[in-house]
């Protein structure tokens, strides 16, 4: 019987591993037959019963002592599954019914699938690229599951929100990949070690090639492992090329392994395209690493057989080195192993089960019907979460009283804080010198000395790698506070929180609980790294919750209701605000009407939307303004920037039929472009004038005290806009 699995051998012209796609005929292959009725085929049917083989998903070191012929079997059955599924998606692309593009895994299944088979898929965490669909399939679900994900149909796994190989399984520590690829590494970090505060012995396993090896990120990632010790098998995938660019020019040397040493873990080389080789090695390293609790760093030297992605047609290859890929595939090699062992007819056995299963596979998931757009919206935030059973008091003693304490709104969020670590068990807060020196501006004071280090942790200066080692965290069960220093460090972060925590609910279901402090805006001559104000940034992109809290009283209820949210939410924090006086800060059990507008003062002739420090240099501007003038203003602040409730403001709008919006960041592109927008959308009609919008100059912030001050609103410059727009 003919090797089903082996890819269609190119031609010695040089032309490189993906000239079957010009010179084969792929575009004479007409599509196949979808089964009769598909449209109506019950969406529930029944998925075709794999060979029994595959109900074995895990691998234990000892079968591989001798090695067991069993254990051979099923490490070759699965890997026959990957390479003939993957090379069956690339025909069905080629054919026009899977969209957008494939990457394949042919020539990775002999790292791919014994490491999926070894790993404890009860407890462990992983996370895929775009070349591990065999690890797909091991790891959890049917094949139909799988390829209703490169269908992109009705039961697609992502509700088909996702494209092909961009999935996994959350509910089972699967975390799904995202095309960043340096920025997975730290979120399996964040989960393996959230599994290890839960007591459970697992382990991690991240992948990225050689190009992603170049990354920022792989740095931070690794360091911030060996530091906190998190038991993780950092694993490169190493086929010589990053898309076209071959090794030589993306790094010096030839051992990407010898990194290792630099972040004092143990590096491993190995061939993968030794099959049993590769997994000895590999339940040796997991062994290791699950007992230590060290990270490890293994480069595994595999081959691309086909190119980065379905359209790359691999020009730029050498002569004669797609035949020596070819040469060294390691699935004709495995299985003629297996043939000098006297296994042919359970070889062919095996063959005659898959590859029909295959197909029958492939037929029921073409007759699923296709998405809807239904639900879409509402999936953008996980659901809302129930309220915590706080302890009523400031300090967590049910005997205290409630009586207001006078705090600045620093010590207000500190008793927040520590009120959440007190009550809250799988709380904990990260950040850059958070712990013993109490973090920039003193919020975290004492929380290191009462929490300790497990629960109060210094980060090093790695916000990105640190930011996913959080969305870890809070996909596994932790719900994570991180402390950036400044808002606008958090820039460094910008793909975690944006691409990632943002987007993860929406695609794959889950969701990421953590809150992102950060300390924003100016006044305090700290220029134009210290100082900026980045929620219209950052809000532009779907799927993140805001809070921008202006009394200490609504700072301790944010904390709160930022904590007990089931999305990434940014508390802004001005840092004028920090110490601007003391307020009385009590108990409130009311603490979640923080997520809507609360109207500051009363007034007739029009609408003030403010938020953050600019509340108060409003509410002093009105107030000027209603005794010199005698114009009085209905003044809100907003409080919650995302999600927007703006239904009070509409109603104070249909009163004055005025609008005035505040904002310390800047005009263009600022967020009061977004508050007018809407709010004039929707009650233009209601207007007797223009809305006037104040917000801060279009420049980077300056830094000398006076050119500062002609920056950024002030209440002299707030007075004479809004006069002079009073005519």
């Not at 999936?379 to 207001?404: C, G, H």
Request: charged share 20%; proline share 7%.
């Amino acid at each position: 019987m003919p090797f089903l699995g082996s890819p269609a051998r190119v031609s010695r012209s040089g032309a490189g591993c993906c000239a079957d796609q010009r010179s084969h005929g792929w575009d004479r292959l007409l599509p196949l037959p979808r089964p009769s009725g598909a449209i109506t085929v019950d969406p529930f049917m029944a998925f075709p019963k794999p060979p029994a083989i595959f109900s074995q998903r895990q691998l234990h070191a000892s079968e591989l002592a001798g090695p067991s012929h069993d254990a051979l079997l099923r490490i070759y059955a699965w890997m026959f599954l990957a390479r003939t599924a993957d090379n069956r998606i690339l025909d069905l692309f080629r054919q026009g019914l899977i969209k957008g593009t494939v990457t394949g895994g042919q020539g990775n299944e002999g790292l791919i699938v014994p490491v999926a088979l070894l790993a404890d898929k009860t407890n462990d965490v992983v996370c895929f690229t775009h070349r591990g669909f065999g690890g797909h399939l091991i790891w959890s679900d049917h094949l139909c599951d799988h390829l209703n994900q490169y269908f992109a149909n009705a039961h697609s796994p992502t509700k088909a929100r996702e494209g092909n190989i961009h999935h996994g399984d959350p509910k089972n520590r699967s975390l799904p990949m995202i095309s960043h690829l340096g920025q997975m590494l730290s979120t399996v970090v964040g989960s393996t070690d959230s599994q290890r505060r839960l007591g459970k012995s697992a382990v991690g396993f991240t992948f990225f090639g050689d190009g992603a090896s170049s990354t920022g990120d792989i740095h931070e990632s690794l360091n911030l492992a060996s530091l906190l010790s998190v038991p993780v098998l950092f694993i490169i995938e190493n086929n010589g090329y990053a898309y076209s660019t071959p090794a030589e020019e993306q790094f010096v040397g030839s051992d990407l392994v010898q990194r290792a040493a630099g972040y004092g873990i143990e590096g491993v080389v190995m061939d993968a395209t030794d099959v049993v080789g590769s997994a000895r090695t590999l339940a040796a390293a997991i062994d290791r690493v699950r007992a230590t609790s060290r990270p490890m760093l293994i480069e595994a030297k595999t081959l691309r057989l086909r190119g980065h992605a379905a359209y790359d047609t691999c020009d730029y290859l050498k002569p004669g080195e797609s035949e020596a890929f070819f040469a060294r595939d390691p699935l004709p090699r495995f299985r003629q192993k297996l043939l000098d062992l006297g296994l042919s007819s359970q070889i062919e056995k095996l063959e005659a089960e898959i590859a029909p299963f295959i197909e029958t596979c492939i037929q029921t998931s073409l007759g699923v019907g296709r998405p809807t757009p239904e639900g879409m919206e509402n999936d953008l935030f996980a659901p809302p979460a129930p309220q915590l059973p706080w302890v009523p008091s400031l300090d967590s003693q049910p005997t205290k009283t409630s009586a207001p304490e006078q705090l600045t709104m620093a010590q207000a969020l500190n008793r927040g804080l520590r009120k959440i670590l007190t009550e809250r068990p799988e709380s904990l807060i990260l950040g850059q010198d958070i712990a013993t020196y109490g973090g920039a501006f003193k919020v975290t004071e004492a929380l290191y000395k009462d929490f300790g280090r497990k629960r109060v942790m210094n980060t090093p200066l790695a916000e990105s790698a640190c930011t996913g080692y959080a969305i870890g965290l809070a996909l596994n069960g932790h719900r994570p506070i991180e402390e950036f220093q400044f808002a606008d460090f958090s820039t460094e972060a910008v793909t975690q929180i944006t691409q990632n925590a943002a987007t993860f609910h929406f695609r794959a279901g889950a969701a990421v609980p953590f809150v992102l402090r950060l300390p924003a805006g100016g006044g305090l001559t700290f220029g134009s790294f210290h100082s900026q104000e980045l929620e219209s940034a950052f809000l532009s992109f779907p799927g993140i919750k805001a809070l921008y809290p202006s009394t200490p009283q609504d700072a301790f209820n944010a904390i709160l209701a930022a904590y007990e949210d089931n999305n990434p939410v940014l508390l802004f924090e001005h840092k004028g605000l920090y110490r601007r006086g003391k307020h009385p800060v009590t108990w409130d059990p009311a603490y979640r009407e923080v997520w809507q507008p609360k109207r500051v003062a009363v007034g007739e002739f029009a609408t003030v939307v403010s938020y953050g420090e600019m509340v108060h240099l409003a509410e002093e501007a009105c107030s000027y303004l209603s005794s010199e003038y005698e114009r009085t203003f209905d003044l809100f602040d907003l409080r919650a920037l995302s999600p927007l409730n703006l239904d009070a403001i509409r109603a104070s709008l249909q009163r004055t039929h005025r609008l005035i919006v505040i904002h310390e960041g800047r005009r263009t592109h600022g967020f009061g472009a977004e508050l007018v927008s809407r709010l004039v959308e929707s009650d233009f009609y209601a207007l007797e004038a223009p809305p006037l919008r104040i917000g801060s100059l279009d420049l980077p912030v300056p830094f000398a005290p006076e050119l500062e001050l002609a920056f950024r609103p002030n209440r002299d410059r707030i007075i004479d806009l809004i006069a002079n727009w009073m005519g």
